[in-house]
């Protein structure tokens, strides 16, 4: 069973920062892709920023030169660091572990989520 508990939301003015965490345990297949999504009331959610086990980056474009995510794989541990937030950023963050076990078979596990608010 693999489990995802995230940490670090909070509330942040315009501008600030935060960095949020997500700590993977259980049966963890070595070659996997861990990643932040995001999701806000009435919207579907949305990738943010994944980081492959080679270490391979993907972020949204609302995102990039603001959010920048790392992993420590030895930890199972998955950062992202959000600089210059701004309003729109508001939403519920979830952490991903895609598991890809073959070209037929894959996973996709999920946290609980965590709220970032960025309010004056």
């Known amino acids: 069973q693999v489990q995802l508990v995230e940490s670090g939301g909070g509330l942040v003015q315009p501008g600030g920062s935060l960095r949020l965490s997500c700590a993977a345990s259980?049966?963890?297949?070595?070659?996997?892709?861990m990643g932040w999504y995001r999701q806000t009331p009435g919207k579907q959610r949305e990738l943010v920023a994944t980081v492959t086990s080679g270490g391979s980056t993907n972020y949204a474009d609302s995102v990039k030169g603001r959010f920048t995510i790392s992993r420590d794989t030895a930890k199972n541990t998955v950062y992202l660091q959000m600089n210059t937030l701004k309003p729109e950023d508001t939403a519920v963050y979830y952490c991903?572990?895609?598991?890809?076990?073959?070209?037929?078979?894959?996973?996709?596990?999920w946290g609980k989520g965590t709220l970032v608010t960025v309010s004056p």
């Open positions: 991903n572990l895609h598991i890809p076990y073959n070209e037929m078979v894959q996973e996709d596990f």
């Open positions: 259980g049966d963890i297949f070595s070659i996997n892709t």
